[in-house]
């Protein structure tokens, strides 16, 4: 058996944790103004709080890997329970992209991907950048995998008929 060649290896953007920053930073700064208008020096602890739940989204989001390699698309999610899930290329059928405005500021978008496989017949990846380059990066190796499929599955069946002409 042929050993995998990784394509690429990405993460989604932090776009995608904008909001969560945004509230963060809105948190940090309405305790820091309460700790101020109270003169309580005790409410700055709750600065833990928003901090550490911004750095919960970054590292958790950071944590999902989408990786491709010449036979299979291997999705790693999760920061504390990990789930992977792995798509042979070969039965990847369609791709589309969406892209909201807000992610074409950043060069962000979303890739869909349909398969045959039937535990996930739809893959969906989120706010990766250069949505384009990676779903022609999918279809062109997912092309690859059924041919070399297809060319195997057409050597074996020209090699039992010349093995056995009668059958």
């Not at 945004?22 to 020096?41: G, R």
């Not at 045959?116 to 062109?140: A, C, M």
Request: aromatic share 12%.
């Amino acid at each position: 058996m042929e050993e995998e060649k990784i394509i690429c290896e990405v993460t989604p953007s932090q776009i995608l944790n904008l909001k969560a920053f945004i509230f963060s930073f809105l948190s940090i700064a309405a305790i820091i103004a309460a700790a101020i208008y109270t003169k309580e020096n005790l409410v700055y602890i709750l600065l833990v709080i928003p901090v550490i739940y911004a750095l919960w989204k970054y590292f958790s989001l950071n944590s999902s890997k989408l990786k491709l390699t010449d036979q299979r698309l291997i999705l790693c999610e999760g920061l504390l329970n990990k789930t992977t899930n792995e798509t042979e290329l070969y039965r990847v059928r369609d791709s589309s992209i969406e892209e909201p405005f807000f992610f074409r500021i950043f060069g962000c978008g979303n890739v869909n991907i349909f398969t045959t496989d039937e535990v996930d017949s739809q893959l969906h990846f989120k706010g990766y950048r250069k949505p384009h380059w990676l779903k022609d990066q999918i279809r062109n190796y997912s092309e690859a995998c059924r041919q070399k499929k297809r060319y195997g599955m057409d050597s074996i069946m020209i090699h039992e008929q010349i093995q056995n002409p009668n059958g």
